[in-house]
């Protein structure tokens, strides 16, 4: 078969097309050596194929009888770039071929008045005017754009091929004017927690909405306002600064002194005030074993001052043990330390010390729930050292009554062991047992029972031996 090659009448150029169809029409009739295929596929799926510049239907598509020899495998689809391939295809050979089809995208020149405005696309934001965008698929747009001083604009585009696009967008002012003075000048200006300058100050553009506007000097106290600002509106404002109290910072050697300002209890060193009023103060301190000290100290307005006791030792001590642990210490009404056990065991607590002024007689009460309470009188020299073992009375309470064949017993039950016996306290300190066998009856005992008149009285006592609270 002999193919004539033609030049047309307009330019003389070759239709190699109609050599493709003659090879596709030799191929599709059976002619040739041993026939092959093309097993074309496209992403995304639906290309419209094209072998040697003829249509060949959609992909994913298989081409069989295909004679040996090299092919044009084209792919086309709408919105996308069209996509070529050569391949040569061998003698009965089931040759694959897969492209990937790249998205066409549009230019979008984007511009604004004023510039510097943010632009936002389907929730992402592209940058800052002027732009220019050239990653959009095409199709139809909607333009977010957004500044801090204007009020925000949406505008539409539509990208319809790689022939560029232009929107413009003319931006609202968003902003008022601030003209901030006060008394004294010299004062910090913030709105909502930014530093925009320092008074005397005019501020153009000022967000329009809710603001809270802070005026600050060293020294006295902010002024605050929250204003509602409207857009291209002008304000004022001229804050009156009142000064800040003084401050006092009281040191002691040794620390945990207490602190008496112009008769008033109002701390322990060290100790920091900042609410003092300006003019003269009476600074007095105390700590127990020490003597009192005091000074008076005139205050500046608006100053932090400080001021040191280096206190003087007027006691001895009391090296106190205690016969249970937990117990209630006061030194003349007041409550000064309550007794910790010693290696765990209650009924012993460790030495507790306490400083008492030399020279003098101390009043030590001893409270502890559950027993007698105690007092005793205490005096020691300078740094003497006096000790004392204290056993407090347990108040002995009935709580069981235990009925055998011959008697009723009435005591404080302690224990029953394995086979039944019981063991109790009849007495303070008299221990006695029964086996069950002679039991016939145990019942509870309370304290609004007659056999505990006593027990009641001596805890009424230790109620009442409680100092007051001071």
Not at 27 to 42: I, Y
Not at 61 to 68: F, I, N, Q, T, W
Not at 426 to 454: A, C, H, Q, Y
Request: aromatic share 6%.
């Amino acid at each position: 078969m002999r193919t004539t090659i033609k030049r047309s009448h307009t330019g003389g150029r070759v239709v190699w097309s109609l050599i493709m169809c003659s090879a596709v029409a030799l191929l599709a009739s059976g002619c040739g050596p041993g026939k092959g295929s093309l097993s074309v596929s496209s992403e995304p799926s639906g290309a419209h194929v094209s072998i040697n510049g003829s249509e060949q239907g959609t992909a994913p598509v298989k081409l069989p009888g295909l004679v040996p020899g090299e092919y044009v495998v084209e792919l086309r689809k709408e919105g996308y770039d069209p996509a070529y391939k050569s391949v040569a295809l061998l003698e009965k050979q089931d040759l694959a071929v897969d492209l990937t089809l790249r998205q066409t995208t549009g230019l979008l020149l984007v511009e604004s008045f004023p510039e510097g405005v943010d632009v936002v696309i389907d929730g992402v934001s592209k940058g800052n005017t002027p732009l220019l965008i050239s990653d959009l698929p095409l199709g139809s747009y909607k333009l977010e754009f957004r500044s801090p001083t204007h009020l925000p604009r949406t505008l539409s585009a539509e990208l319809v091929d790689r022939k560029p696009v232009r929107v413009v967008a003319d931006l609202v002012s968003n902003t008022a004017k601030l003209v901030v003075t006060s008394d004294p000048a010299g004062a910090e200006i913030r709105i909502n927690g930014i530093a925009v300058g320092v008074t005397p100050a005019t501020l153009e553009d000022v967000i329009s909405g809710e603001s809270d506007i802070k005026v600050w000097k060293q020294g006295y106290a902010p002024f605050t306002q929250r204003m509602t600002l409207e857009a291209t509106q002008s304000y004022r404002i001229n804050p009156e600064l009142a000064a800040l109290p003084s401050g006092l910072t009281v040191i002691s050697q040794p620390e945990g002194a207490e602190v008496v300002i112009d008769h008033t209890r109002v701390g322990t060193t060290p100790l920091t005030l900042d609410n003092l009023k300006e003019g003269s103060h009476q600074i007095a301190v105390s700590l127990a074993g020490y003597e009192t000290a005091s000074k008076t100290l005139y205050l500046e307005p608006d100053f932090k001052d400080s001021i040191d006791f280096s206190l003087v030792k007027n006691s001895g001590s009391l090296m106190l043990v205690t016969e249970p642990a937990h117990v209630q210490v006061y030194v003349d009404g007041i409550l000064r330390a309550t007794t910790q056990p010693k290696g765990g065991a209650e009924t012993l607590s460790k030495p507790e010390e306490m400083l008492l002024q030399y020279g003098i007689d101390h009043n030590i009460q001893l409270v502890c729930e559950g027993y007698v309470s105690s007092t005793l009188s205490v005096s020691t020299e300078l740094d003497e050292v006096v000790t004392r073992h204290e056993i407090l009375k347990r108040i002995f309470i009935y709580d069981t009554q235990i009925t055998t064949d011959t008697d009723v017993i009435k005591c404080r039950l302690e224990y029953e062991l394995p086979n039944g016996t019981l063991y109790y306290e009849v007495r303070p300190g008299i221990f006695d047992s029964r086996p069950k066998s002679v039991i016939r009856n145990v019942e509870p005992i309370t304290l609004s029972d007659e056999s505990n008149l006593d027990a009641r009285r001596l805890m009424e006592m230790n109620k009442q031996a409680v100092p007051a609270e001071r």
